[in-house]
């Protein structure tokens, strides 16, 4: 006479689904956290101070944000960039020394994006710029921040409301997929 597991499993499998389905909802709740919530910000490679480099000494954001004029993408300074300052600049500081490191070993520094929008959004920067759309418009005072953090959520409802109290129509990239 055979034992047989099978009644068993029909009892936990209820159970089991309960625990998975809460699983992948705190799993989703956490990517949707880290993406939409305002307020939170990634671990930098180098502490970068927008606060000092935009605030204090007044860099416009588009001298290392220069991409953002020509291109869909803001883009990150280049090595190049920092160190065209930072050799003469307090080249002794810890984290100027990080920068040097990069520059050194001819490195990208690994910046990670604070405002990541989802891959099927399309924002052009450079029509923006174009515009005269001030950067703190979506990405809120960075010039006060010493570390860049998301300010609104990263939602249409941001892109909608800034077009109607612009006046502005949505080009055709948008009105091809919403009609």
């Not at 939170?40 to 953002?68: K, M, R, W």
């Not at 280049?78 to 160190?83: A, D, L, P, Y």
């Not at 990263?154 to 129509?169: A, I, N, W």
Request: proline share 8%; hydrophobic share 40%.
């Amino acid at each position: 006479m055979g034992v047989s597991l099978v009644p068993t499993l029909k009892l936990l499998r209820p159970t089991a689904m309960i625990v998975g389905a809460a699983f992948v909802g705190l799993l989703f709740g956490y990517w949707l956290n880290r993406t939409f919530v305002p307020g939170t910000e990634p671990v930098q490679p180098i502490n970068f101070s927008h606060q000092i480099h935009a605030g204090l000494y007044q860099i416009d954001c588009l001298y290392c944000h220069s991409n953002a004029r020509k291109s869909a993408s803001a883009g990150v300074p280049s090595v190049n960039k920092c160190v065209g300052c930072h050799e003469l600049v307090v080249p002794d500081r810890p984290q100027i020394r990080l920068v040097m490191e990069y520059w050194e070993n001819q490195e990208p520094i690994p910046w990670v994006k604070v405002h990541d929008l989802p891959d099927f959004v399309h924002f052009p920067h450079n029509r923006h710029v174009a515009a005269g759309l001030e950067c703190q418009e979506c990405h809120g005072p960075v010039e006060t921040m010493d570390v860049v953090s998301r300010q609104a959520p990263v939602e249409m409802g941001l892109c909608l409301t800034c077009h109607r109290d612009h006046q502005v129509e949505f080009g055709l990239d948008c009105l091809t997929c919403h009609k």
